[in-house]
């Protein structure tokens, strides 16, 4: 499950991984309810092993077998840094959660994984600038 911030944003993404062949179903608010409910169904029935969602959408989300939250963009509260991880953590089970966090946000994510008591188990700074096709 990736989790981003923007209704926005989660529509780009979706639309870049499905135009590189990835098949990801899609949460926010530019899908119509039943676009939604059809996408959540094929994210929980298997078809689809990726769900990209909004913290709204995500916040509604009961998920049992999700073992990794990809946290796209780092979230403003801690609330929303809980809610997110947290889908990792149903019934007592383990998982993971992978935060990209920008030079300029590491201050406010370090904030927010302390306040979460979160496990912080390495930060590794790009090496390289991505380029562009």
Known sequence: ??????????????????ELDQEVAALHSFKSQSLRLAALHRFKSGQVVV????????????????????NYDI?????????RVGHTARASKGGL???F??????QLYMSLAGQASTWIFGI????KKLSYR
């Not at 499950?1 to 499905?18: A, P, R, Y």
């Not at 966090?101 to 590491?106: A, H, L, Q, W």
């Not at 590794?124 to 090496?127: A, G, L």
């Open 1 to 18: 499950m990736c989790i981003d911030f923007s209704s926005k944003s989660c529509h780009l993404l979706s639309l870049l991984l499905e």
């Open 124 to 127: 590794f700074p790009m090496t």
């Open 51 to 70: 769900l990209l969602a909004t913290d709204v959408a995500s916040r509604r989300l009961d998920i049992p077998t999700v073992d990794l939250v990809v």
């Open 75 to 83: 979230p403003r509260y801690t609330r929303d840094y809980t809610y």
């Open 101 to 106: 966090v920008t030079e300029m946000c590491s």
């Open 97 to 99: 959660a992978v935060s």
